[in-house]
């Protein structure tokens, strides 16, 4: 067994986006954990602060999207497919300040699971779903967002 | 005249962003142009990056919910007034990945005016503007946003 097999797939995810990713070492984000079916990012308040001393919404909106693109990444890894996953279009509400650290959960909205997903990819190297992410703070949800994800064979890329 | 006078508006809301939102420091933003009705920011490419060597999804969120909301600020701090604005909710269309420096633009959706927005704000001490960003790459719209922005009588902060 190789070095890569060993390690698990939320570490997987966190080393990928953190080294692919700048803006993400700067959010000192962590893949906190992976159940399968759903994905739970965190990331300190320190960094993602405003000017008003709570979390950024630019933080917020990057920590949403992030944690549906990585549940989607790792839906479709666990089948070895490697495509390339795009966000397509996101509506985001932001219902009150978070003034402590962050903690971002993703899942499937109401309608096609992620392995109906991962199974039209196989079948026809073209999927899209719609996720759901949201941000609790202190007993109520802070920021929510549905998200519209495309997952495509990967492509060569030429500036 | 004291020193704050001497910088332009433009100028006084990069340094401001700079200094209370880390995130920013990490985009590399600065402040392009404000016209009265419409704001410009940019971003180098390189700190603002995803996995496939476009612009990350989270930095466009990120860079059009600032230009929006500077937009809001140098119009209401032009009538010397200094509300906490805040972001409520936002929708964003994807359409074309973004392979070079961000320039981002901002201006009032059809509609309520930011002249309207601002007498609202005189009256009540409470203003909603729906505000309208796009970033454009290659001759076409990369991605655009609509978002509304409440401005409200600023308050102490207790954590």
């Given at each position: 067994m190789n070095r890569i097999a060993d390690i698990s797939p939320g570490q997987f995810l966190e080393e990928e986006l953190l080294r692919t990713i700048p803006l993400t070492r700067a959010m000192q984000l962590?893949?906190?954990?992976?159940?399968g079916v759903g994905l739970e990012l965190r990331a300190p308040l320190l960094p993602n602060v405003n000017d008003k001393g709570c979390a950024f919404g630019g933080s917020m909106a990057s920590l949403m999207t992030l944690a549906c693109w990585g549940l989607a990444r790792l839906a479709l890894r666990e089948r070895d497919f490697e495509p390339d996953i795009y966000v397509q279009d996101s509506q985001i509400e932001y219902l009150a300040p978070v003034w402590g650290d962050l903690a971002v959960r993703a899942l499937a909205a109401p309608g096609p699971t992620l392995a109906d997903f991962v199974d039209m990819y196989a079948q026809r190297g073209k999927a899209r779903i719609t996720l759901l992410a949201s941000i609790d703070w202190d007993g109520q949800t802070a920021a929510r967002m549905h998200a519209r994800f495309v997952a495509k064979r990967r492509q060569e890329y030429t500036e």
């Open positions: 962590r893949v906190q954990e992976f159940t």
